[in-house]
Structure formats: structure tokens, C-alpha cells
């Protein structure tokens, strides 16, 4: 552990395609700005991606705002539709709210051994369990999106493995915080995967879905 993390998440914005129609700033001013001609930018640094920065892309009036994961792009219209996703019956959406419950329950474990520093054992219950039980989201929606793009999330599950794993090692002679430090890792790695489960993967899930379910109709 100590690595980067491993999804890598960008922003881009084609100013060719901007019309200077302001939504973005209107929907996520965090992250999005315009300059003197009314085109929009990022602000620097620019705000992590996040329900607001999905509502943005998808109303630009020009798809001119995606977001690049790893070596994959996603564009707006591939996310558009993902509220209608979540009207769904398909038992995706299910799976995806349980995660969304998991996401709240870690979420305080996490905050607890962040500002007592104690006992960080109910967070690796929780991220254990958490871990097994997405294996049939991610499952399906392999099925739904750019395998490339699932395979970024794969490998970034793959790190809080890594993490838990050192937490459940003995504790090195000589290192007596070595288990501190495997902590903090561990809590760092999951607030990384929860936020863009919930901001990237999860409305994408959902507007393939969505999309999918109307091409059958």
C-alpha cells in the first residue's frame, strides 16, 4: 500500500463544442467555471466527481463534458438516462441500493477509526462483507458497460484486498503502528472506491440499463 490509487479519474471539457450556455456552472459551480468569452472550464483543482458533476455532463446542451476513467472515456450520453435506471425492476438496482446502504454503514466505521484512532476491526468486517456481497453487482454490470472500465474498479478492489490482508497480519517487531498505518490505507482506499462507485460506475450501471430495457420496448 502507500501507492496512488488506482482509478484515475479526469474532467475534460471540449471547448469547440461549448456554447457558453452556463448549466455546467449553474449545476456544479465546485468544479465548473466560464471565462470572458462564456466558456466553461475547470477549476483548479477541480471538484472531485460527484452526483452534481453527473447532473452537469448530462446537461450540457452540447455533450461537450465527459469524463475520462482510466484510459476510457464516458460520455454524456452514456450517462444520461441513468435516473431512469434507477425505476428500473431489474434486480441490478437492488444489488446497486444494497451497496448504497454498505457505502453508509462503512462511511461511519471509517469515521470512527478516523477520529478515535481505535479498533478498526467492525470497518474490515464491514469492507469484507461489503466485498463479497458486490461481486454479483459487478457481475452484471460487466455485462451493461465498457469491460475496460470495470476492469479500473476490479483493480482498485484488488488494493483494499491488499489492505485488508495487511491488516490481518501480525504486527512487525519493531513497526508497533504498523496496523495504525494499514488503517488509515484501508479507510483511504475505500472512501477512494465508495465515492466513485457512487459517482461514476453505479450512474453509468444505470443509464445502460435504462437504455437497454428501452431498446426492447
Same mark, same amino acid.
Given at each position: 500500500?502507500?501507492?496512488?490509487?488506482?482509478?484515475?479519474?479526469?474532467?475534460?471539457?471540449?471547448?469547440?463544442?461549448?456554447?457558453?450556455?452556463?448549466?455546467?456552472?449553474?449545476?456544479?459551480?465546485?468544479?465548473?467555471?466560464?471565462?470572458?468569452?462564456?466558456?466553461?472550464?475547470?477549476?483548479?483543482?477541480?471538484?472531485?466527481?460527484?452526483?452534481?458533476?453527473?447532473?452537469?455532463?448530462?446537461?450540457?446542451?452540447?455533450?461537450?463534458?465527459?469524463?475520462?476513467?482510466?484510459?476510457?472515456?464516458?460520455?454524456?450520453?452514456?450517462?444520461?438516462?441513468?435516473?431512469?435506471?434507477?425505476?428500473?425492476?431489474?434486480?441490478?438496482?437492488?444489488?446497486?441500493?444494497?451497496?448504497?446502504?454498505?457505502?453508509?454503514?462503512?462511511?461511519?466505521?471509517?469515521?470512527?477509526?478516523?477520529?478515535?484512532?481505535?479498533?478498526?476491526?467492525?470497518?474490515?468486517?464491514?469492507?469484507?462483507?461489503?466485498?463479497?456481497?458486490?461481486?454479483?453487482?459487478?457481475?452484471?454490470?460487466? +455485462?451493461? *458497460?465498457?469491460?475496460? $472500465?470495470?476492469? =479500473?474498479?476490479? !483493480? &482498485? #478492489?484488488?488494493?483494499?484486498?491488499?489492505?485488508?490482508?495487511?491488516?490481518?497480519?501480525?504486527?512487525?517487531?519493531?513497526?508497533?503502528?504498523?496496523?495504525?498505518?494499514?488503517?488509515?490505507?484501508?479507510?483511504?482506499?475505500?472512501?477512494?472506491?465508495?465515492?466513485?462507485? +457512487?459517482? *461514476?460506475?453505479?450512474? $453509468?450501471?444505470? =443509464?445502460?440499463? !435504462? &437504455? #437497454?430495457?428501452?431498446?426492447?420496448?
Amino acid at each position: 500500500m502507500g501507492e496512488e490509487l488506482i482509478v484515475k479519474v479526469e474532467i475534460t471539457i471540449d471547448r469547440e463544442r461549448c456554447i457558453g450556455s452556463g448549466q455546467c456552472v449553474h449545476l456544479a459551480p465546485q468544479t465548473f467555471d466560464q471565462d470572458d468569452r462564456a466558456l466553461a472550464f475547470l477549476k483548479a483543482p477541480p471538484g472531485e466527481p460527484d452526483e452534481r458533476t453527473l447532473r452537469a455532463i448530462t446537461g450540457c446542451p452540447m455533450a461537450a463534458i465527459a469524463l475520462k476513467v482510466g484510459d476510457t472515456t464516458v460520455s454524456a450520453d452514456e450517462l444520461r438516462n441513468w435516473v431512469t435506471g434507477l425505476r428500473s425492476d431489474d434486480p441490478l438496482v437492488e444489488l446497486i441500493g444494497w451497496s448504497s446502504e454498505s457505502h453508509h454503514e462503512l462511511r461511519e466505521a471509517m469515521a470512527a477509526v478516523a477520529t478515535t484512532g481505535g479498533d478498526p476491526s467492525t470497518m474490515v468486517e464491514l469492507a469484507q462483507a461489503h466485498l463479497a456481497e458486490e461481486d454479483g453487482a459487478y457481475s452484471t454490470i460487466t +455485462e451493461l *458497460v465498457d469491460a475496460a $472500465l470495470v476492469e =479500473a474498479f476490479e !483493480a &482498485d #478492489r484488488r488494493q483494499i484486498v491488499q489492505a485488508l490482508d495487511a491488516l490481518g497480519q501480525p504486527e512487525p517487531e519493531g513497526d508497533p503502528k504498523r496496523h495504525d498505518r494499514s488503517a488509515i490505507e484501508l479507510a483511504a482506499a475505500l472512501e477512494e472506491h465508495i465515492r466513485l462507485e +457512487e459517482a *461514476v460506475l453505479f450512474p $453509468l450501471a444505470l =443509464a445502460a440499463l !435504462a &437504455d #437497454r430495457e428501452a431498446s426492447r420496448c
